[in-house]
């Protein structure tokens, strides 16, 4: 059953897009988060995928309080959730958010502002800090997104030397949709738009603008912490660089994955990464150095992996 509930916002600058999907602990907090930003005119727009929680209610009654888009219909999945919200949007710029994240006071107003002085530029990238379940968030922005300041390329991000985080894009609408928007072949958004943007125009812009707090409470998908997460990253992430075969990094940028694929399965089940070790092993020295970690210690992993993120 489908309901919509619609508001009119004449000529928005920007457009955030919101997929919500049982979150219903946190989306009153992300909704409102983005409501309250100021400087630039923007619209929301959101779409419940078919949440099982209580999610839909919460909603629709913000949606009548605050006065945006919001539509509630069965489970689609995230990618053709987000073309359906691209389709909807009518601003020149648009970006994404997590229904289970918050957006920093200013960031559609720095983020509108910085596009518009600077129009070479399709899309710019921001910062993000991790927030705990309970709301708290890092007094500093993770350092993996600030060492891609002041800008990122195609080859950076695809053999994964440079990261830029998902909820901290913004882009030019117009053009993303002629690129033909999110990729419905692959089960994942971030990565797939990151490099088809860069594809087309590269390098592009990392910026100081804090974007996203960034809620870490155990059940996001990246977190990586089971096989099955774990698989389903993966894949999608091995079949996102199969659509530059024909690059000549993609045989490097595969193993490099592969590798990584190898470790996140280790650091979940050491049985799970024997069996699958004839089908990701390569013969570089890279592989085989974290291939070691089939011999440690789960705590040792986990240990090694942290004092890793900190150097």
């Known amino acids: 059953m489908e309901c919509s509930i619609t508001s009119n916002v004449v000529e928005p600058v920007v457009s ?11 989306v009153e907090a992300a909704v409102r988060s983005i409501m309250a930003q100021e400087g630039v005119k923007f619209e929301l727009i959101v779409i419940d995928d078919g949440s099982k ?19 509630h219909r069965e489970n689609k999945g995230v990618v053709a959730t987000l073309n359906e919200l691209l389709d909807m949007a009518q601003g020149k710029y648009f970006c994404t958010f997590a229904s289970d994240d918050i957006m920093p006071p200013g960031r559609l107003a720095e983020q509108s502002a910085y596009l518009e002085k600077h129009p070479q530029y399709i899309a ?46 913004m ?8 690129m033909g928007g999110f990729d419905p072949n692959i089960g994942q958004e971030d990565l797939p ?27 996001n998908l990246s977190a ?57 092993a390569s013969c570089s020295t890279y592989f085989w150095a974290r291939s070691l970690k089939l011999l440690l210690p789960k705590r040792l992993n986990t240990l090694l992996s942290f004092m890793k993120r900190k150097s």
């Open 171 to 178: 882009l030019n609408l117009e053009i993303f949709k002629e």
């Open 53 to 71: 929680d209580s999610s839909p209610q919460i909603l629709e009654a913000l949606s009548k309080e605050l006065n945006f888009t919001y539509r």
């Open 224 to 280: 990586a912490n089971t096989v099955e997460n774990v698989n389903f990253l993966y894949k999608n992430i091995l079949d996102t660089l199969a659509c530059y075969k024909d690059h000549p990094l993609y045989k490097k940028a595969r193993n490099l994955m592969k590798t990584r694929y190898f470790s996140a399965l280790t650091n979940c089940d050491k049985g799970e990464a024997l069996k699958r070790l004839p089908e990701l």
């Open 16 to 26: 955030v897009l919101l997929a919500s999907y049982n979150h219903e602990k946190y």
């Open 193 to 219: 738009m990151i490099l088809r943007l860069l594809h087309k125009c590269s390098p592009l812009p990392v910026i100081a603008t804090d974007c996203c707090h960034y809620r870490i409470h155990g059940n």
């Open 124 to 169: 710019c990238f921001g910062q993000i800090k991790q927030m705990d379940a309970d709301g708290n968030v890092a007094e500093n922005f993770d350092p993996r997104y600030l060492q891609s300041i002041p800008q990122i390329t195609f080859e950076q991000i695809f053999l994964g030397a440079r990261e830029v985080h998902g909820c901290s894009e």
